[in-house]
């Protein structure tokens, strides 16, 4: 199956690439590996989702902020691949970061929100190795940061 018949199938909808907000690009092809820049907790609509989780937001909301930087990542393999998501041969690594109070320990929990996204989107090859960490802040205040390693 395409993967867009996937992304039917699933009843995903792939954002618009946001840009990059400082001096650098959002995805870059070396050899056959594509890494894809931090992508914050954007929702399509352009709404950034911000807060300290275990404060401002609890885990589900925090996991849903995880999966809107999933779908950003897919925004941006698709505009690197030039609209063919079928070149991408493996997920190789996400490394999620989460803007946490000092006594939450789920980051685990909070990043599946795109570790699950892109293996529902890639099944097999969309298994993946992993970081989730917690640091005291994000950009613009976002709750959730989530970075990629893609093999076409």
């Not at 890494?35 to 275990?54: A, C, H, R, T």
């Not at 404060?55 to 996991?63: I, P, T, V, Y």
């Not at 939450?104 to 996204?117: E, K, M, R, Y």
Request: net charge positive; hydrophobic share 40%.
């Amino acid at each position: 199956m395409s993967i867009e018949n996937k992304l039917k199938k699933l009843k995903i909808e792939i954002p618009d690439a946001p840009d990059p907000v400082g001096a650098y690009v959002a995805s870059k092809i070396s050899g056959n590996l594509i890494f894809i820049s931090g992508q914050v907790s954007v929702m399509p609509d352009g709404k950034l989702i911000k807060g300290k989780v275990g404060k401002d937001l609890d885990l589900n909301e925090a996991q849903n902020a995880a999966k809107f930087c999933g779908l950003n990542i897919l925004a941006q393999l698709k505009k690197i691949c030039k609209g063919d998501l079928n070149k991408i041969k493996s997920c190789l690594k996400l490394t999620g970061y989460v803007n946490s109070v000092d006594d939450f320990t789920q980051q685990p929990q909070v990043i599946n929100g795109a570790s699950d996204l892109i293996s529902s989107v890639f099944e097999n090859s969309g298994k993946h190795t992993r970081a989730a960490v917690s640091v005291n802040s994000l950009p613009l205040g976002a709750a959730v940061e989530v970075d990629a390693i893609f093999e076409i």
